[in-house]
Nanobody, 115 residues
């Protein structure tokens, strides 16, 4: 069983930055596939950035150059550094992990970009 807890969301002005964190808890964890998705009202949940099974990273096109995903050496915590935030980055950001052939989701953290 894996539990994911996100933190770091909040209100930020356009052009500002936020850093999200997601900590996974569970016995003996080492999660290769872990990343971030977001959902805005009226739209489907979409990929933001993720680590893939071979250790590489995958970003949604609109996030490239602005967002950076990273993780700790233990592969239990993943971060999302978001720079140059835009109004349409507003949404709920969810942490996602694939472990032991199951997908897990965090409860989500709200990011609001507003002037």
């Amino acid at each position: 069983q894996v539990q994911l807890v996100e933190s770091g969301g909040g209100l930020v002005q356009p052009g500002g930055s936020l850093r999200l964190s997601c900590a996974a808890s569970g016995r003996g964890l080492r999660i290769n596939v872990m990343g971030w998705y977001r959902q805005v009202p009226g739209k489907q949940r979409e990929l933001v950035a993720t680590f893939t099974s071979d250790g590489s990273t995958n970003y949604a096109e609109s996030m490239k150059g602005r967002f950076t995903i990273s993780r700790d050496n233990a592969k239990t915590t993943v971060y999302l550094q978001m720079n140059s935030l835009q109004l349409d980055d507003t949404g709920v950001y969810y942490c996602n992990a694939f472990y032991n052939w199951r997908y897990y989701w965090g409860q989500g953290t709200q990011v609001t970009v507003s002037s």
